[in-house]
């Protein structure tokens, strides 16, 4: 009994598979341009994890390309400190050798031999 209207009661069938209700039929499309947007932002999300990869990769042949440099600095660093070493505690025997020699040439001109 389709479309029977009693007047407390209506037997109208609302779920007809022609046409569904413009709320449903609403609600869908904003599911769908919702989906829609979260495909299209992991789409984006994969291409920006591809282009940190590809950088990665190539930062990891920069490092292995410095390291064998940033060994030999390291060397010369600890060469040349070694050095200043030794230069410096040859400056210091030579500045108290000096400092003594002139002592000694002032007692000398002073008399206190």
């Given at each position: 009994m389709r479309g029977y209207r009693?007047?407390?009661?209506?037997?109208?069938?609302r779920t007809s598979p022609r046409r569904p209700p413009r709320r449903q039929?609403?609600?869908?499309d904003k599911a769908a341009a919702?989906?829609?947007g979260v495909?299209?932002?992991m789409d984006q999300l994969f291409d920006r994890v591809g282009d940190?990869?590809?950088?990665?990769?190539?930062?990891?042949?920069d490092v292995a390309e410095m390291e064998p440099v940033?060994?030999?600095?390291?060397r010369w660093k600890l060469m040349?400190?070694?050095?200043?070493?030794?230069?410096g505690i040859a400056a210091m025997a030579l500045g108290v050798s000096f400092a003594e020699a002139?002592?000694?040439?002032?007692?000398?001109?002073?008399?206190?031999?």
């Open positions: 009693h007047s407390n009661f209506s037997c109208v069938d039929v609403r609600s869908e919702s989906r829609a495909h299209t932002r940190v990869e590809a950088s990665v990769t190539s930062i990891g042949a940033t060994d030999d600095v390291k040349g400190i070694g050095a200043l070493g030794v230069t002139i002592r000694r040439i002032v007692l000398v001109i002073i008399g206190k031999v």
